[in-house]
């Protein structure tokens, strides 16, 4: 069993950046897979970035590529979500997800999901 914690959401303004963090327990978190995804009011949730296991490609959605950047402390079971440059229509609550494959993890079928961040850009 593997529980996501995200943290790291806040009010912000156009341009501005901010950090999400998802800690993980359990001791195998570099072999799992993860991935950031989104929701906004009235919208269905999306894809955002990925990550695989250790040392493995990033996938990012095109909305926020050059923007976003996801990357992994396996040592202290986190994944990050760097967001620069932001603009208001990033403006969701943001989810992280673990799961064994990459690509099911991109999908949205994920074992395992956190209970969100918001953020907010304001223009």
């Known amino acids: 069993q593997v529980q996501l914690v995200e943290s790291g959401g806040g009010l912000v303004q156009a341009g501005a950046s901010l950090r999400l963090s998802c800690a993980a327990s359990g001791r195998t978190f570099n072999n799992y897979a993860m991935a950031w995804f989104r929701q906004a009011p009235g919208k269905e949730r999306e894809f955002v970035a990925a990550?695989?296991?250790?040392?493995?490609?990033?996938y990012y959605a095109d909305s926020v590529k050059g923007r976003f950047t996801i990357s992994r402390d396996n040592a202290k079971n986190t994944v990050y979500l760097q967001m620069d440059s932001l603009k208001p229509e990033d403006t969701a609550v943001y989810y992280c997800?673990?799961?064994?494959?990459?690509?099911?993890?991109?999908?949205?079928?994920?074992?395992?999901w956190g209970q969100g961040t918001q953020v907010t850009v304001s223009s």
């Open positions: 997800s673990a799961g064994q494959f990459v690509r099911v993890v991109m999908t949205a079928r994920g074992d395992y």
């Open positions: 990550a695989s296991g250790s040392d493995g490609p990033t």
